[in-house]
């Protein structure tokens, strides 16, 4: 399987019309800790995104869903420690919703963020192109590698300019015959998550083979509208 995909050119068509702002990051040069710059743990940061994803179904169908996400660092205390969480709310009925709470854990060498109680490594260190690291290594999932394809390097994404960004390739896979499997995080210096996309769908095989019909699967895009601080 062959994969050649331009990250920037996807991220500027795809990405979906967006009337926000938000302000844009850059590395702290009396910052030295990789992983809070590019994961920041700042109590009463903020971001909010547009959310459109697009499920394809087995039967023909498609449901295209968008919707508001807000992510707010807060701090939580347990009997044996203080850790830092991520509360996420889903705007609906024109109010913010609680829909989860994910824990993070910063490591020596990555940050740990529990989706929905499934510890994943987010960000490793340090930041570079020879950085790899397993995604799962702390649950019980198949292996899965990532690293950064592209870091430091300036773009713009829904009109807003960042610099410095790191992206996290997750997955590689294009195939013309049978599907694509492809998905990126773009992390922003102060920021934090900015962009991901999740393409994974199958084509339609028989008397389709090669048509790169759509037969099912999914299509997600997550874009920052805006960054700010309560």
Known sequence: MKFKINYFKIIGLL???????????????DEIDER???????????????????????????????????EKVSQ?????????????????????????IWNIFY????????????PLVKIATPVNKQTSWDRNSYNSRDEMISNYIDIKS????AQNNYSQVAI??????TDPIIGNNVSYEVYSPGIGLVSKYVENIDYKQGVDLGKQIISQGVI?????????YE
Request: glycine residues 4%; proline residues 4%; aromatic residues 12%.
């Open 154 to 157: 300036d773009t713009v994404i």
């Open 107 to 118: 490591n020596p060498t990555n940050v740990v963020l529990y989706q929905n109680n499934i």
């Open 76 to 100: 939580r205390t347990s009997a044996q420690e203080t850790f830092q969480v991520l509360e996420r709310y889903r705007f609906q009925n024109n109010d913010w919703a609680l829909d989860s």
């Open 15 to 29: 990405l979906m019309p967006l009337i926000y702002g938000c302000s844009t990051g850059t590395i702290d040069p």
């Open 220 to 228: 997600y895009k997550q874009v920052l509208v805006i960054s700010d």
């Open 36 to 70: 809070k710059i590019y994961f920041p743990d700042d109590e009463g940061l903020f971001r909010i995104y547009e959310i459109q994803q697009i499920d394809y179904k087995a039967n023909g169908e498609r449901d295209t869903s968008r919707y508001r996400l807000k």
């Open 168 to 173: 996290v390739e997750l997955e590689n896979i």
